[in-house]
């Protein structure tokens, strides 16, 4: 019997997307392998005094996630800064000990990068990821160094084929490049896990007028299932995009978003916007929520899909939250559409299945 095919979401370690895997339900939490990419941090001069976010991300991620299966995540983006709760990778293996998570740490194909992970981590094994730059040599030195020094084998390594931004036409450069890479690195061992990763998700929403919409085609997917039908390799190959952000941290300062639904079809993000509210009273985000509730969009999917749409159609309702306060935050609405987003794509994995 085939291996079944498993979802690998690259999420940025936010409190909407980390609040959207507490959501998952638990027949879709058995076809997800969250990756968790932790962004740079500095205290802002707003902070009274510099946070906790190693000690907070576990927290949030033991809330989310604890005894639902291996969580992979990547501290390489965190930086040097000063934290003042400890040690980051001591607190992660904390995270092992004491909050029942299963965390894999992610690093490059070089041995170094082992410097940044605490022993007891490795005991959930390992996960690499692979950049197109690691291709311009054949890999196999790297990933035996790799192997032999953290003192684990294929079968412990989740191998994580990561091309970042691809376009929405998934072109032919973007097909032959999965091709090469996964037949370059699929022959070199029984790995864990092996995954293709991408994402065609817009780098911003400038180009959405004030109150406008748009629909990107989902290149990822569509590249994923041009690769897996053509069978370049004998290996399952799974799943893996960046959820609904583009892969890069945004740069420069921090800005209130104007709000915004990021909601997933079969085949297209659907993407709206609307104007900060001008004038008091003024409600953009419960208008929002009631445009979406009318577009064949929702209604192909309903209320009872996910958490995410059970929101939605509380929020155009003005019913009360269930929890937390306010309505129409980018928080919010990154959780909300995080949270339809991994609920659809755990349904097509569920179809794709042999």
């Known amino acids: 019997m085939p291996e079944p095919l498993q979802y690998v979401p690259i999420l940025k370690a936010r409190s909407g997307e980390l609040g959207a895997l507490r959501e998952v339900q638990p027949l879709e939490r058995n076809r997800i392998i969250p990756f968790l990419d932790v962004a740079p941090w500095a205290p802002t001069s707003e902070d009274a005094r510099p946070g906790r976010p190693f000690t907070r991300l576990v927290g949030r991620l033991a809330s989310a996630w604890a005894e639902s299966g291996r969580v992979l995540i990547d501290t390489s983006q965190a930086g040097a800064a000063a934290y003042e709760d400890g040690d980051p990778h001591h607190i992660l293996a904390r995270g092992v000990t004491e909050d029942g998570l299963r965390i894999v740490p992610v690093i490059a194909p070089h041995a170094s990068e082992l410097a940044r992970v605490h022993p007891l981590l490795l005991g959930n094994g390992l996960a690499i990821r692979l950049r197109p730059a ?16 953290a003192g684990v084998t294929p079968h412990d390594v989740d191998l994580v084929v990561d091309l970042g931004a691809v376009r929405s ?11 090469q890479m996964l037949a370059a690195v699929a022959p070199l061992g029984a790995w864990r896990t092996l995954t293709l990763a991408a994402s065609s998700f817009p780098v911003d929403l400038r180009a959405i007028p004030g ?43 921090m800005f209130q978003a104007p709000p915004n639904v990021r ?5 297209e993000y659907f993407i709206a916007k609307r104007r900060k509210r001008a004038r008091p009273g003024e409600e953009p985000g419960r208008e929002l929520a009631r445009f979406l509730v009318g577009t064949p969009e929702y209604q192909a999917y309903g209320p009872g899909f996910s958490w995410g749409d059970e929101e939605i159609a509380r929020y155009a309702a003005k019913e009360t939250k269930e929890r937390g306060s306010g309505w129409g935050g980018p ?3 990154r959780k909300i559409g995080t949270s339809h987003h991994l609920a659809v794509v755990a349904a097509e994995i569920r179809v794709a299945q042999p």
């Open 134 to 149: 690691n291709f311009a040599t054949p890999p196999e030195p790297a990933l035996s160094s790799v192997l032999a020094a």
């Open 169 to 179: 036409d998934a072109d032919e450069s973007s097909y032959f490049a999965a091709v």
């Open 211 to 253: 109150s406008g919409e748009t629909r990107v085609r989902r290149g990822e997917w569509a590249l994923w299932r041009r690769v897996r039908e053509a069978r370049v390799i004998p290996a399952a190959i799974n799943f893996g995009d960046y959820g609904v952000s583009h892969p890069d941290f945004p740069a420069g300062p």
């Open 263 to 267: 909601y997933t079809t079969v085949h």
């Open 331 to 333: 928080t919010e609405w």
